[in-house]
């Protein structure tokens, strides 16, 4: 059974600094993983899909890297900005028949003007 | 695209009562997902379907919860006689290709039940 965890579940950082997000993965099986942006209360926005045969994605501030074969996958975020502030989610899908994504609890970032 | 629309949006409810959650996914979008998300939690898959054809039940779908998805298009998720613990945001998402295909999973903005 996948198990998705992410380390700092929080984390508060001033604007301009970068930084990084970690999850690891016990299944390193999958067909691909991806990151989402959450608001409270509100639903999930994805913000990168790494196939499994890739090692990096990128879009705009945010690059995410995957190391498969180690269960691991990182994101960064550059000069962060308070508008990123909100709860970023990775989701491994494993490549077992009948599976979906699985999810980790998320870690909460809070930038600071 | 419109993306994925739930309704309703909130849903208070008595212990007891059934409650029904209707998505309508992405047009064109041949798989369905419903997930359950508790504060401080990360969603939990619940169920998918692949156009009508419900492919998998997570064992948090107890008998109390039915989902269906009739044409392939819409799909509604009931929780019949609501407990407290069933208090929660539920989540649908939906797709278009195979897991393989790289294509993302899109979300709607969820569906919050609070059974009192």
């Known amino acids: 059974k996948q198990e998705v965890t992410q380390i700092p579940a929080a984390l508060s950082v001033p604007e301009g600094e970068n930084l990084v997000l970690n999850c690891s993965f016990t299944d390193s099986a999958i067909y691909n993983l991806q990151w989402f942006r959450q608001d409270p209360g509100k639903g999930l926005t994805s913000l990168l899909l790494?196939?499994?045969?890739?090692r990096e994605q990128t879009s705009g501030r945010l690059n995410a890297s995957l190391d498969k074969s180690s269960g691991r996958s990182t994101l960064y975020i550059a000069a962060s900005q308070p508008g990123d502030s909100a709860t970023y989610l990775c989701?491994?899908?494993?490549?077992?028949?009948?599976?979906?994504?699985?999810f980790g609890k998320g870690t909460t970032l809070s930038v600071s003007s | 695209d419109t993306g994925v629309s739930q309704n309703p949006r909130h849903k208070i409810t008595k212990r007891g009562q059934n409650v029904t959650f209707r998505c309508d996914p992405i047009s064109e979008h041949n798989r369905l997902y419903w997930y359950r998300q508790t504060l401080g939690q990360g969603p939990e898959f619940l169920t998918y379907f692949q156009n009508e054809a419900q492919l998998e039940k997570s064992r948090l779908l107890s008998d109390r919860f039915s989902a269906e998805r009739p044409k392939g298009s819409f799909s509604t998720l009931e929780i019949q006689r609501t407990e407290q613990g069933d208090s929660a945001m539920y989540l649908c998402?939906?797709?278009?290709?195979?897991?393989?295909?790289?294509?993302?999973?899109?979300f709607g903005e969820g569906s919050w039940l609070t059974v009192v």
């Open positions: 790494i196939q499994s045969s890739q």
């Open positions: 989701a491994p899908w494993a490549n077992q028949a009948g599976t979906a994504l699985i």
């Open positions: 998402a939906s797709s278009s290709g195979t897991p393989d295909s790289g294509n993302t999973i899109y």
